[in-house]
């Protein structure tokens, strides 16, 4: 059973920058794909970035294209969601999740069956 914890979440002023970690245990890494999903209050979740599980490709929302870098050090069982320039409306609860697969590629939508307990995100001057 694949396990995922976010950390790293906080208070950041508008135009900063901010890490997330997702820390993965149970089963290794390299065999998932990771997605990173936000959800602000009284809105839908909402996919922001995917790793392909052996990290060789990725993918972003429009909302945050440019903005935020994702990447997975299967090594260390670790994602990452490197977020700069952020603006208000990034504030939100941000969760990584995972499901298995051996294709060169991610994508958002029904397929993560593992799912962290998320971390806030909260960008305010």
């Known amino acids: 059973q694949l396990q995922l914890v976010e950390s790293g979440g906080g208070l950041v002023q508008p135009g900063g920058s901010r890490r997330l970690s997702c820390a993965a245990s149970g089963f290794p890494l390299e065999y998932y794909v990771i997605g990173w999903f936000r959800q602000a209050p009284g809105k839908e979740r909402e996919a922001v970035s995917c790793i392909s599980a052996k990290g060789e490709n990725t993918l972003y929302s429009d909302s945050v294209k440019g903005r935020f870098t994702i990447s997975k050090d299967n090594t260390q069982s670790t994602s990452y969601l490197q977020m700069d320039n952020l603006k208000g409306e990034d504030t939100a609860v941000y969760y990584c999740?995972?499901?298995?697969?051996?294709?060169?590629?991610?994508?958002?939508?029904?397929?993560?069956?593992?799912w962290g307990q998320g971390t806030q995100v909260t960008v305010s001057s």
């Open positions: 999740a995972a499901y298995w697969s051996f294709l060169a590629q991610c994508r958002f939508g029904d397929d993560y069956n593992y």
